[in-house]
């Protein structure tokens, strides 16, 4: 299924006519008071949601697990908290939803059914190293070198 671009034309021209709408009935002022209220949440919550689903996906990488269903859950998270920063009702209501734990998991359950979030069965193993580096003083301990192949014919 294709993303509807016809959202992009719809969803500003709708979010103008709620603020009209809740603008008339409890004063601009108020009006923007709560779009910006939205907007700093939205900050917080993007703010607080990125710093902790990295330490749940480090603590699932120290024990050998992939952090995948952490990382969907900040990233609804911050999806939520995104909708929050967009200025109008709308949008707001939608982030409000996607902060409900509830509810983010029952859209990664149904994500998850769906089949277009499956990783490839494929997996790759090997070895990493850490080089020690010195920025200060510029010291790297990474050895350079030449190497022959045994198998090329000698001549």
């Not at 509830?102 to 769906?114: D, F, Y």
């Amino acid at each position: 299924m294709r993303f509807p671009f016809w959202i992009f034309l719809l969803l500003p021209a709708l979010e103008l006519v709620v603020l009209i709408k809740v603008g008339s009935y409890i004063g601009a002022l108020n009006t923007l008071a709560l779009v910006i209220l939205g907007m700093v949440a939205g900050m917080a919550i993007i703010r607080r949601q990125g710093f902790r689903t990295m330490l749940k996906a480090r603590e699932k990488m120290t024990r050998g697990e992939m952090p995948a269903l952490e990382l969907l859950d900040g990233f609804m998270t911050a999806l939520g908290g995104l909708f929050l920063m967009i200025p109008g009702f709308i949008t707001d209501f939608f982030g409000l939803v996607l902060l409900i734990p509830p509810v983010r998991k029952v859209l990664l359950r149904r994500m998850i059914k769906s089949g277009r979030w499956q990783s490839s069965s494929k997996t790759f193993e090997g070895e990493y190293y850490r080089e020690d580096v010195d920025s200060q003083r510029g010291i790297h301990q990474t050895f350079e070198g030449e190497f022959k192949r045994e198998d090329e014919k000698k001549s």
